[in-house]
């Protein structure tokens, strides 16, 4: 069985810094492309960035680009989102996501992420 | 960035009717169009990929249809567990953009 656990999320200032842990387990990770996507509080779905099996190739949305950046390890089941210069607009659930050839079709529960001060 | 409209924004359905939700895209995504499903609480669920392919386990009272720029989710006959609020996502290109949603409510 697929199973996508986020780590990472809580409380954090406006510009400060916040890093999210995505573990996975039941398929071949290191096959896999990988997404975040976020979800503010009722609104939604905006897709966040995405990452290639092999970690060479990396997207960003435009609201994030510069600021987010994505990882993986294969060896450890691992995908990564480093948040710095935090704003208000950025608080949302994220979610990680498996995504094979675009379509994004495992999803893992989600945790929050709250920017305020 | 391509943008996709939903309509309606919200869809009274009794359990049992038809339930057709509309997607249209701003420029031609072919047939790259994924549907998913959220209920409350609950991550997005896949539920239709390649504009018309179901996903695994989906019930086939869900269905989809369209290319180019226009798409359809129809929901056959409506189940207590079909009402939610379903995406429409593209990706066809680069950023990925899903759909503002459509809630489908009991009537």
């Known amino acids: 069985e697929v199973q996508l656990v986020e780590s990472g999320g809580g409380l954090v200032q406006p510009g400060g810094s916040l890093r999210l842990s995505c573990a996975a387990s039941?398929?071949?990770?290191?096959?896999?492309?990988m997404n975040w996507v976020r979800q503010a509080p009722g609104k939604g779905l905006e897709w966040v960035s995405y990452?290639?099996?092999?970690?060479?190739?990396?997207n960003y949305a435009d609201s994030v680009k510069g600021r987010f950046t994505i990882s993986r390890d294969n060896a450890k089941n691992s995908l990564y989102l480093q948040m710095n210069s935090l704003r208000a607009e950025d608080t949302a659930f994220y979610y990680c996501?498996?995504?094979?050839?675009?379509?994004?079709?495992?999803w893992g529960q989600g945790t929050l992420v709250t920017v305020s001060s | 960035e391509i943008v996709l409209t939903q309509s309606p924004a919200t869809l009274s359905v009794s359990p049992g009717e038809r339930a057709t939700l509309s997607c249209r895209a701003g420029?031609?995504?072919?047939?790259?169009l994924a549907w998913y499903q959220q209920k409350p609480g609950q991550a997005p669920r896949l539920l239709i990929y390649?504009?018309?392919t179901r996903a695994t386990g989906i019930p086939a009272r869900f269905s989809g249809s369209g290319s180019g720029t226009e798409f359809t989710l129809t929901i056959s006959s409506l189940q207590s567990e079909d009402f939610a609020v379903y995406y429409c996502?593209?990706?066809?290109?680069?950023?990925?953009?899903f759909g503002q949603g459509t809630k489908v409510e009991i009537k």
């Open positions: 996501a498996s995504d094979h050839g675009g379509v994004i079709d495992y």
């Open positions: 039941g398929f071949t990770f290191s096959s896999y492309e």
């Open positions: 990452i290639s099996s092999s970690g060479s190739t990396k």
């Open positions: 420029q031609s995504v072919s047939s790259n």
């Open positions: 390649a504009a018309s």
């Open positions: 996502q593209q990706y066809n290109n680069w950023p990925r953009t």
